[in-house]
């Protein structure tokens, strides 16, 4: 791990409620993409809490980490694909570095994250 978050890492960072500021909570995520000319980093959200049955729109977004617990977490856990759980931050937000994700999750995972954006595309066309 180096002192800069690389793509596929999971790290911590504060997620707040219904906008950019108030109330939030400390959350793992997933480091998805980085941006050199706006040093930004894309993140996507991760949960514990499994999908529902039958599940509910959400639900049917999640893609649990098969090796979570070689990834660093401390539970089963899912990665919120849909593009409300995704954001874009600085460096200075990423607060902790909790460890990696297996090759194969993070692929899958990023397939997921095409997936729901194409299932938007086509709704909102």
């Known amino acids: 791990m180096a002192d800069n978050p690389s793509i596929s890492e999971v790290w911590k960072t504060k997620i707040y409620y219904k906008g950019t500021s108030g109330s939030g909570k400390i959350r793992p995520v997933l480091v998805v993409n980085y941006e050199e000319d706006s040093d930004l980093y894309t993140i996507q959200e991760i ?15 999640k893609q649990v980490i098969s090796k979570w ?15 409300t759980n995704t954001h874009k931050i600085g460096r200075v937000r990423l607060r902790g570095y909790i460890g ?11 397939e997921r994250i095409y997936e729901a954006k194409a299932r938007l595309t086509e709704i909102n066309d």
């Open 100 to 110: 990696i994700l297996d090759e194969e999750d993070f692929e899958t995972i990023i």
């Open 47 to 61: 949960t514990s809490v499994e999908p529902k049955e039958p599940p509910t729109h959400y639900d049917g977004l």
């Open 69 to 83: 617990k070689e990834a660093g977490l401390d539970e089963k856990s899912y990665v919120k694909c849909s593009h």
